[in-house]
């Protein structure tokens, strides 16, 4: 097994949600940040009862008295304090300033931000251009000039503190809620009859909530910076109380003379202050609905493998692309989940292979897999082999693995538009998929990606390489993508649907140039489909996937003209033919309810 495969160790089966605990001790860096924040948190609220001697008594004997001497861990200050004392308490009163100053800014900064973007119009108009005047001010000269009128003082140093993050707040919360106003299932709950209020409360607050969760995050630890910086000016805490600015600003004299003096508040603010970045990463992934099947959208660069797969031997070593007992699952909420289960196919060159099915049946993850494209987390490969040209994939070292990818096996997808870069033109792209396996100069590069273009059918290729994605029609977007796979002159090219989101003149133009460049240049295609019309037009051979397993397979002709497998039979059945009617859903609906009965 390479090395640059993913091992993983497999949940066991179970039913149990994944606690939010769990999720966020997923994250390693988030959980770090735990420990370091509880810690630090912790020794501050047992400040009163630790054997602590008093921060603010002073012994001009014992002044500068150096690290870890007799009675003084972290020495003394320019007065003879106790700095580990003063560090303690310090910690405490900056940390229940600045988390005070950050529940009350997010609480004004949201409330302002969800009800301007939410109501539009004019009160967003007028609520944005107040927070503009706040934002029109350095925040830091706002934040003194705030103090300078209250008077000098903690609480004053909270309040403007408070006051100059608003607008953090409120933009980010504005520009979120923005985009969710006008979503479909915002709309949809106004068509049910619910007022605002509940609206706000329960469709647009809990999609913003991550959003305000690490805004709290990243703001706590500018604020504690904010407060330190005021008390180091003289303006926040005042003598003898200590904090961690005021801390700094006495000892900025012994910089040189006694630099623990300083040092040592420094790195407690930097401790708080990282440990609240990385654990609001974390916080806001458990928030998120979306991640928390524990998938956090971090997959790795190939398909984790079990290191305990069953590896069998290549069935078809004529065939140019070999699939045995493969299975492929995916961990939900902890429990391990099979979605392909032991399907066993095989590719000659030359040859098209459509993989049939309906939709969740395997078909997708089946192709993805093959050159190690399933996300991990949360997929993984437990048993099978995939062999091209003999050579097993899922051994493969992780360079030659992604040398592979482009080069001996390309991939068509469904949707040009969303895999498509939106800020690239279309010829940058393909140059850029000839120049990933290829070194060629940047006139060779453009004069190759404009002599794919025209040859997908592309009109006037050389100007419409500077064209953007959205600039082209549907199917236009397909004959890209089919270029950019045709770049490097391929093995195998799989095709998933490509031709779904067209209309049916644009499928028969791409089915077309398909079969005609794979009989140009002798590639095997794999093609996925759930139409059999598509099927009949392309296909040499065809396998019937149903539930992750492989339930048919033959030649095309062979498998549509006399299915064996009753589901085969069912799906063939479901195909309507002209001029049956009403006749046909007469026909087809005791097909749905039998194959609903076999169904567990």
């Given at each position: 097994m390479s090395d640059a495969l993913a091992t993983p160790s497999l949940p066991a089966a179970g039913s149990g949600r994944v606690s939010s605990w769990r999720l966020l001790f997923n994250n390693r860096l988030a959980t770090i940040g735990l420990c370091m924040l509880s810690a630090l948190v912790l020794m501050t609220l047992l400040a009163p009862i630790l054997p602590l001697p008093d921060p603010d008594a002073t012994a001009?004997?014992?002044r500068l008295q150096p690290l870890f001497s007799a009675g003084h861990i972290l020495g003394t200050d320019q007065l003879g304090r106790d700095i580990l004392s003063r560090l303690i308490w310090g910690s405490r009163v900056s940390m229940i300033v600045g988390f005070s100053a950050t529940l009350v800014a997010a609480a004004i900064g949201s409330t302002i931000g969800i009800v301007s973007g939410y109501a539009g119009g004019r009160t967003d108009n007028l609520m944005m251009r107040g927070i503009d005047m706040l934002m029109a001010f350095p925040y830091i000269l706002l934040a003194l000039a705030i103090v300078a009128v209250l008077g000098p003082g903690l609480m004053n140093a909270l309040y403007a503190i408070a006051v100059v993050n608003i607008p953090f707040f409120a933009r980010n919360v504005r520009g979120v809620t923005l985009g969710l106003s006008h979503r479909e299932f915002v709309d949809a709950a106004r068509l049910s009859g619910k007022g605002h209020l509940s609206i706000v409360l329960t469709e647009i607050l809990p999609n913003v909530l991550p959003v305000i969760v690490i805004t709290m995050s990243t703001t706590a630890g500018w604020m504690i910076l904010e407060t330190a910086g005021l008390s180091f000016l003289g303006l926040g805490a005042q003598p003898p109380q200590a904090d961690l600015g005021s801390m700094l600003g006495e000892g900025r004299a012994q910089l040189f003379t006694a630099p623990?003096?300083?040092v040592v508040p420094g790195v407690m603010i930097f401790l708080i202050v990282i440990s609240l970045?990385?654990?609001?990463d974390g916080i806001r992934d458990v928030l998120d609905p979306r991640l928390r099947s524990g998938a956090l959208l971090r997959p790795g660069p190939v398909t984790a493998v079990d290191p305990e797969r069953s590896r069998p031997k290549n069935g078809k070593p004529s065939a140019i692309l070999t699939v045995e007992g493969l299975?492929?699952?995916?961990?939900?909420?902890?429990?391990y989940s099979a979605a392909v289960k032991g399907v066993s196919l095989h590719l000659h060159p030359g040859e098209c292979l459509g993989l049939i099915?309906?939709?969740?049946?395997?078909k997708s993850v089946t192709a993805l897999s093959i050159m190690g494209l399933v996300s991990s987390p949360p997929g993984i490969i437990r048993n099978g082999a995939i062999y091209l040209h003999g050579e097993d994939v899922l051994s493969m070292p992780q360079t030659q693995l992604i040398s592979a990818r482009g080069s001996r096996?390309?991939?068509i997808f469904q949707d040009p538009l969303t895999t498509l870069h939106p800020m690239h033109s279309i010829g940058r792209q393909v140059a850029e998929a000839i120049a990933a396996h290829q070194t060629l100069s940047r006139q060779a590069l453009r004069e190759r990606s404009i002599a794919?273009?025209?040859?997908?059918g592309i009109p006037d290729a050389e100007k419409r390489a500077n064209h953007f994605p959205h600039q082209l029609s549907g199917g236009q977007r397909q004959r890209v993508g089919i270029a950019m796979a045709l770049a490097n002159d391929p093995d195998v090219i799989i095709a998933d649907e490509p031709t779904t989101a067209l209309d049916v003149t644009v499928?028969?133009?791409i089915l077309a140039l398909l079969r005609e460049l794979q009989r140009e240049r002798g590639m095997a295609l794999l093609f996925i489909t759930h139409d059999f019309g598509v099927v009949t037009e392309i296909c040499d051979r065809v396998a019937v996937m149903r539930d992750g397993h492989i339930v048919e397979t033959g030649k095309t002709q062979a498998v549509l003209g006399d299915p064996q497998h009753e589901y085969t039979k069912r799906l063939i059945a479901c195909v309507p033919e002209i001029g049956t009617g009403k006749s046909f859903l007469d026909r087809v609906a005791p097909i749905f309810a039998a194959d609903a009965e076999e169904r567990p």
């Open positions: 001009p004997a014992d623990h003096v300083s970045n990385v654990l609001g299975e492929i699952g995916f961990t939900r909420n902890g429990r099915g309906e939709s969740g049946s395997g096996v390309a991939y794919l273009l025209d040859r997908v499928q028969a133009q």
